[in-house]
């Protein structure tokens, strides 16, 4: 399975249990952040794979939870395990994003330039970097935890496509949080699976009663092709039914809880409809 290497460089032969332990915590939480924000599930599960002795590698196996509909699962593992390097990698050149200039570049990328450095990433990772406080939360626990451990002389992370390494110098500096002002709406498209519990079958402009996971949730549908084939019954539908979708979630910030709260749904485009039965059988064959 993929897996990422977290490395404590030190002299000595043993290391703190808080050090060792929220280390890994933090890391746990942005691995299942990201798993939710670009994958819309949270079925992935960390294993520390045994070490050799006297070691202070900690390699920490990525499993995937997720059940037999899934599909190209290693590809988004290890799309998790870049995404969280490079997460590492902003916050090491970046630290804080108040005063960023942020430049579009081509193929989703973005260029980034503060008081501290400039680099080119990823747009969807430094969205999730500079939008997201408990991915904020975590990388500043991480260096927390090692900026206390003076045994501590550097904290690398590295997986098979590439490697971050961060100097105890840095520790202090980077474990302080940084707060992200929240908007009042956000919204997000994520890819997403949904199973249809009522369909709307005429031009009525109902909404289609879908679950999204466990959730029971009402969405209108704005992709014209895919309605006309419906209304024309060129295609039939029941409960039960898949349908893989671009999904438009507008969120809105509550103070009470301190979170986006979805409040309405949007189906931006079709992509693929799986009856009832053939879910089954791809069950069957998972």
Request: negative net charge.
């Amino acid at each position: 399975m993929p897996n990422i290497t977290v490395r404590f460089k030190k002299g000595g032969h043993d290391i703190d249990v808080d050090t060792y332990i929220g280390t890994l915590r933090s890391l746990s939480v942005i691995a299942k952040e990201v798993n939710y924000k670009n994958n819309n599930r949270s079925d992935i599960q960390l294993n520390i794979v045994a070490q050799k002795e006297g070691s202070f590698e900690a390699v920490i196996e990525f499993v995937s939870t997720a059940g037999p509909i899934a599909v190209q699962v290693a590809p988004e593992i290890l799309s998790i395990i870049n995404t969280i390097i490079e997460l590492y990698k902003i916050k090491k050149t970046l630290r804080d994003t108040g005063n960023a200039q942020v430049t579009n570049l081509a193929d989703n990328k973005v260029q980034v330039i503060n008081n501290f450095g400039t680099m080119v990433v990823n747009q969807p990772t430094y969205n999730l970097y500079s939008e997201n406080q408990t991915v904020q939360d975590a990388l500043a626990s991480t260096f927390s935890k090692t900026s206390k451990d003076n045994s501590v002389d550097s904290l690398v992370l590295n997986s098979s496509d590439d490697r971050v390494e961060v100097d105890r110098s840095d520790f202090e500096a980077l474990s302080r949080k940084m707060t992200i002002q929240a908007k009042d709406m956000e919204n997000e498209v994520v890819a997403a699976t949904l199973v249809v519990a009522k369909p709307v079958l005429d031009n009525s402009g109902n909404k289609w009663s879908l679950f999204k996971g466990t959730e029971k949730i009402q969405a209108d549908i704005q992709d014209e092709e895919f309605l006309e084939r419906v209304f024309r019954r060129e295609c039939g539908f029941k409960s039960g039914d898949r349908l893989m979708v671009e999904l438009l979630i507008q969120k809105e910030y509550s103070e009470q809880y301190l979170m986006y709260i979805p409040k309405k749904y949007s189906i931006l485009k079709v992509k693929s409809h799986i009856t009832g039965d053939e879910a089954i059988q791809m069950d069957m064959l998972g």
